[in-house]
C-alpha cells in the first residue's frame, strides 16, 4: 500500500488526502510534524514539507504539485470521464492555474498564516503565542477569495468549468483547514457557501471531517452539511 | 506568433525565455511590470504575475508552472531525446520536485527579496529604498543552494539526471537573476560554478545576457563565459 506523508491541518497534505480519497486509493497516512526536521523526513524530501508520497513500488513524490501530477499520470489517466485533470488542453490550464491559485497564492495570503500562527507554533521550539496581526492580515485576505469562488460557480458548474477537477480539491482543502480554525467566513459569499457544500459532501471529505489535531476543537459547523 | 509577456528580471520569466529558447519557439515579448496592475493584464491572469503566455489560437496560459506542463503537452512530447520534462516517470517526479525547489523555495528565501527590493522598489507606487536586512539574508541564503547544486552535479550529469532538463533551466533563470544583481556567490562552490558555466554557454541563454533594466547594470562578469 501506498504511504502517505502529511500532517492533519496541512492543506497541502489535504488536497492530496482528498484526490487519493476520490480515486479510490487507498495510503497508509504517517503524520509528520514537518518544522521537526526529522532526518528520515529530509532523506525523503530535503525541501522537508508535506505532504511526501511513496508510491507501491518506493517511488518518492514530494510536494503537492508533484505529487498531483504523478498522480495524474501513474493513476489518473485511465479514469476518462472521472479524471480529475481533465485531458481538453485549455481545461488542463484552467484547473493548473486554479490549483496554483490555491496552493500557492491562497496559502501565501490566507492557510500558511493560520497554520503557522494557530497550529505549527504549538508544537515548534520556538513556539510562542499566535501573532494576532498576522492573523487578522490573514481574515482580511480570505474574504476576497471567497468571492472570486463564487464568481466562478455562478457561471460554471465546478471551479474550473462543468466537471469536477484537482481545482475544487486544491480550494476545498485549504477552506477546510481555515474552516476547522473557525476562520472561514461563511456569510461573505452564498454561492461560495453552497460550492464547499457540495463538495464538503462527498464521501472523499469524510476522513477529514473527522480530523481531530491534539488540543484544538475544530469549529462548531466544521463537520456539519448545514453550516 | 505566440506572445510572452515577461519581466527581464523576473526569474519565472526568464525560465520559461530559457525552454521557449531551447524548443526554438519565437515568441513577442511584452514587458509587463505587474505591481503596476494593468487591467488589460489582470484580465490575462487574475493573479497578476508574470510571466503570462498566450499561444497561437489564443490559449492564455498564466504562471511559470502551468506554462512549462503547457509547453511540455503542446511542444515538448514531439521532441523525444530533447524533451525537457523527460517521458520517464521518476525522471518526471525528479524534474518537477527540483522546479518547484527552485521556483518556489529559492524564489521565496533568495530572488524574491533580491528581485523585490533591488528592482520593482524602484518603480512600485510605494517604492523606497531597499530593505538592507532583507538582502543580507538573501545573500546568506543563496550559499547552501549553490552547494545543493554542486552536490547534484558531482553525481549526476545535469541537476535531475543524466540528460538536461526542465530542473536546469529553472535553476539557471534564478541564479541568473542573482547574478545580474552582482548576488552570486561564484566563490561558494566551485561544482556549481561548472554547471553553471556549462548551461550559460547555451544558445538559448544569449537573449537573457543581452539584457539591461532600466538604470541597473549588471555585475561585472554577468555576460562572460569566465567569471
Not at 46 to 54: Q, S, Y
Not at 117 to 138: H, N, S, T
Amino acid at each position: 500500500m501506498p504511504t502517505l506523508y502529511h500532517h492533519p491541518l496541512c492543506p497541502h497534505s489535504r488536497f492530496i488526502r482528498l484526490i487519493l480519497a476520490e480515486y479510490g486509493i487507498d495510503a497508509t497516512l504517517i503524520e509528520e510534524r514537518a518544522t521537526e526536521r526529522r532526518p528520515e523526513f529530509l532523506a525523503l524530501d530535503p525541501a522537508g514539507r508535506t505532504p511526501v508520497f511513496v508510491d507501491d513500488d518506493r517511488t518518492v513524490v514530494p510536494g503537492a504539485s508533484v505529487i498531483a501530477e504523478y498522480i495524474d499520470e501513474a493513476y489518473g489517466a485511465a479514469r476518462n470521464a472521472q479524471r480529475l485533470l481533465p485531458p481538453d488542453v485549455k481545461a488542463r490550464v484552467e484547473t493548473r492555474r486554479l490549483v496554483d491559485w490555491f496552493n500557492v497564492k491562497f496559502f501565501d495570503e490566507v492557510t500558511n498564516w493560520l497554520v503557522t500562527e494557530k497550529v505549527y507554533k504549538r508544537f515548534a521550539p520556538q513556539g510562542g503565542a499566535p501573532d494576532m496581526d498576522l492573523l487578522r492580515i490573514a481574515r482580511a485576505n480570505i474574504r476576497p477569495h471567497m468571492r472570486y469562488i463564487g464568481y466562478l460557480t455562478q457561471t460554471r458548474n465546478w471551479l474550473a468549468g462543468e466537471r469536477l477537477t484537482y481545482a475544487d480539491f486544491a480550494a476545498a482543502a485549504h477552506i477546510s483547514c481555515a474552516d476547522y480554525l473557525g476562520d472561514a467566513p461563511w456569510d461573505e459569499d452564498e454561492a461560495a457557501k453552497h460550492w464547499y457544500q457540495r463538495i464538503k459532501s462527498r464521501p472523499a471529505f469524510r476522513p477529514l471531517l473527522a480530523d481531530r489535531a491534539p488540543g484544538m476543537t475544530p469549529g462548531r459547523f466544521y463537520a456539519e452539511m448545514d453550516f
